[in-house]
T-cell receptor, first 112, second 114 residues
Framework: NAGVTQTPKFQVLKTGQSMTLQCAQD?????MSWYRQDPGMGLRLIHYSVGAGITDQGEVPNGYNVSRSTTEDFPLRLLSAAPSQTSVYFCASSYGRGRVAFFGQGTRLTVV | AQSVTQLGSHVSVSEGALVLLRCNYS??????LFWYVQYPNQGLQLLLK??????LVKGINGFEAEFKKSETSFHLTKPSAHMSDAAEYFCAVKGEGGSEKLVFGKGTKLTVNP
């Protein structure tokens, strides 16, 4: 049982480049979300999805796009990377109300 | 909107001493509360959770937390610190408006001294 899998683990981008961070879960969870973690800021919600075809913005959505075509996958797209997007990104999934959220191992992104 | 305040961004204790990490929350509805631990260069791992029922919740690795509604607190404790407890700890809340969105505190980094 793999849980929540994120790829890649590390990435360096140049300013203006685009990329997609992948997230997949094999627990049939309805709810998936993306967070970014910055020193002293805790984790902040970027985007989330309550099911296939349904996404919504979180606290810090600017510069990021998401889609949810299947229950299993929830990719995060950076259309034009900026140094301010240098961060560690975590994907999480949960089954429903009150249930525990499971986190991936994170993607460490550096934008130069 | 829900929020979480963790008092103390850094806490240092001696091995064998009591660990107390403070968390206060704000919520307009009965909250679901969580403590997660993050070891260096790792993801987040659930320590314990409070949803309903017993207000004293026991988690993994000897940690426990008590939900105190009157104080809007959910402090994390462990009677005797171990070197392996050194990590960053995050308190989180969710449930407002039926939402699954987790709102995190800014984290507390625990150092355990020999």
């Amino acid at each position: 049982n793999a849980g929540v899998t994120q790829t890649p683990k590390f990435q360096v981008l140049k300013t203006g480049q685009s990329m997609t961070l992948q997230c997949a879960q094999d627990m049939n969870h309805e709810y998936m979300s993306w967070y970014r973690q910055d020193p002293g800021m805790g984790l902040r919600l970027i985007h989330y999805s309550v099911g296939a075809g349904i996404t919504d913005q979180g606290e810090v959505p600017n510069g990021y796009n998401v889609s949810r075509s299947t229950t299993e996958d929830f990719p995060l797209r950076l259309l034009s990377a900026a140094p301010s997007q240098t961060s560690v990104y975590f994907c999480a999934s949960s089954y429903g109300r009150g249930r525990v959220a499971f986190f991936g191992q994170g993607t460490r992104l550096t934008v130069v | 909107a829900q929020s979480v305040t963790q008092l103390g961004s850094h806490v240092s204790v001696s091995e064998g001493a009591l660990v107390l990490l403070r968390c206060n929350y704000s919520s307009s509805v009965p909250p679901y509360l969580f403590w997660y631990v993050q070891y260096p260069n790792q993801g987040l791992q659930l320590l314990l959770k409070y949803t309903t029922g017993a207000t004293l919740v026991k988690g993994i690795n000897g940690f426990e937390a008590e939900f105190k509604k009157s104080e809007t607190s959910f402090h994390l404790t462990k009677p005797s610190a171990h070197m392996s407890d050194a990590a960053e700890y995050f308190c989180a809340v969710k449930g407002e408006g039926g939402s699954e969105k987790l709102v995190f505190g800014k984290g507390t980094k625990l150092t355990v001294n020999p």
